[in-house]
């Protein structure tokens, strides 16, 4: 059993004015590393991922992911007194992160220079869709509207449709930034003694995922078409036909296509076809090239082709549906399923992925909305919602 202290954010308090999904995930990760967070929520609503669907328990899919490990406060900031608590808790905390509209938080005098202008130490995090300027910063920002303005869903998808990814990326990598940008001024702090204010906007984090493609651009005169499973760089790289399926293969050498056709397909005349000799030769060949390998693939079953391109040392993998990642043996023989309890009963969550050798991190229940609320009050010295 963990103890509370050894945890890496022991002792920190965060509070979030968060919805959907940059936010709490920002958040989440930061509850996993042990830091103690309020996640301030409309009274009666809440944080509007409550209700996108009703497939956990009666329990929105979203809000158990990105919630764990919080505390629930449910305050009016249309109230003198809902103002009054908010500010007194940030008064007691390291970090505000928010990622409202525009707008939001200066309305309600919780904007940075206010709340620093009172605790210089205060680390607050802003979380926007396109940044604070621009000729786009007023606009409204979901996850799909970023990947489309960012160019993701342009080299997304296949020849014929362009498509966005199937989980939220610019809202998670705006999440991670944040989350990240947390740990380093915290750091900072302890070096200086001054807290900071820090802007993510999705926009930014979608655009630096973009990676390669922009560069692409930038240099190569030309957008990377969009390939499906394939890769624009790279042959043989797809997914190709098995017995009873497919599977996916990635060759990202020479020597790897010489191995897969020689001791996987016994088919050594294919590694000196001068076709598919070097990778240059197989992207400029890749028709001929998939075909080839598809020839060979279709002739076994996934299973068998999995083990003999495992044994080879090639890099494949099976291409599974969300039934099998819940059952996939990696998750099982590793032991990373854990119970999270939540006010409709217990789930199963995976561990999170920063893994620590001493200490297993924390997954704390989902909160219920405004849980914690006559807790948090009596703290501040507010017991009664009305005064």
């Not at 001493?358 to 219920?368: N, R």
Request: charged share 25%.
């Amino acid at each position: 059993m963990t103890a509370p202290q050894d945890l890496p954010l022991a002792g920190y308090t965060v509070v979030a004015l968060e919805q959907a999904v940059a936010g709490p995930i920002a958040t989440r990760n930061l509850a996993d590393l042990g830091a103690r967070v309020i996640k301030v929520e409309r009274p009666g609503e809440g944080d509007f991922a409550r209700n996108y669907d009703d497939a956990v328990h009666g329990l929105a899919t979203h809000f158990v992911w990105l919630n764990r490990g919080k505390e629930s406060l449910a305050l009016d900031l249309k109230t003198e007194h809902g103002i009054r608590a908010v500010r007194a808790l940030i008064a007691r905390a390291d970090v505000f992160l928010h990622n409202t509209a525009p707008g939001v938080v200066e309305r309600l005098g919780l904007d940075a220079d206010t709340l620093r202008a009172a605790d210089p130490r205060l680390v607050v995090v802003n979380i926007s869709g396109y940044g604070t300027s621009g000729p786009r910063k007023d606009r409204k920002a979901y996850d799909m509207l970023v990947q489309a303005e960012s160019g993701m869903v342009a080299v997304t998808g296949t020849p014929d449709t362009p498509t966005k990814t199937g989980v939220p990326n610019a809202d998670i990598a705006a999440g991670l930034y944040s989350a990240n940008s947390v740990l380093s001024a915290l750091l900072r702090r302890e070096r200086t003694g001054t807290g900071a204010v820090v802007d993510v906007s999705m926009f930014d984090a979608a655009v630096e995922w973009m990676g390669h493609p922009l560069y692409m651009q930038l240099y190569g005169g030309r957008q990377i078409p969009r390939m499906g499973l394939s890769h624009a760089a790279i042959a043989p790289y797809d997914a190709y036909p098995t017995a009873d399926g497919q599977i996916l293969i990635g060759v990202q050498n020479d020597r790897g296509w010489r191995t897969l056709v020689t001791d996987v397909f016994d088919d050594p005349a294919l590694a000196d076809d001068p076709r598919f000799v070097t990778n240059l030769e197989r992207v400029r060949n890749r028709a001929a090239c998939d075909a080839a390998v598809g020839g060979h693939t279709v002739r076994r079953t996934t299973a068998e082709l999995d083990e003999r391109l495992a044994a080879a040392g090639i890099p494949a993998a099976q291409v599974n549906g969300t039934a099998e990642l819940v059952e996939h043996p990696q998750l099982r023989e590793r032991d990373r399923w854990r119970t999270v309890a939540t006010e409709a009963g217990d789930i199963r969550a995976v561990l999170p992925p920063m893994t620590y050798r001493d200490v297993e991190l924390p997954m704390g229940p989902v909160p219920a909305l405004g849980e914690h609320t006559d807790k948090i009050l009596a703290e501040l010295g507010l017991p009664d919602a009305q005064e």
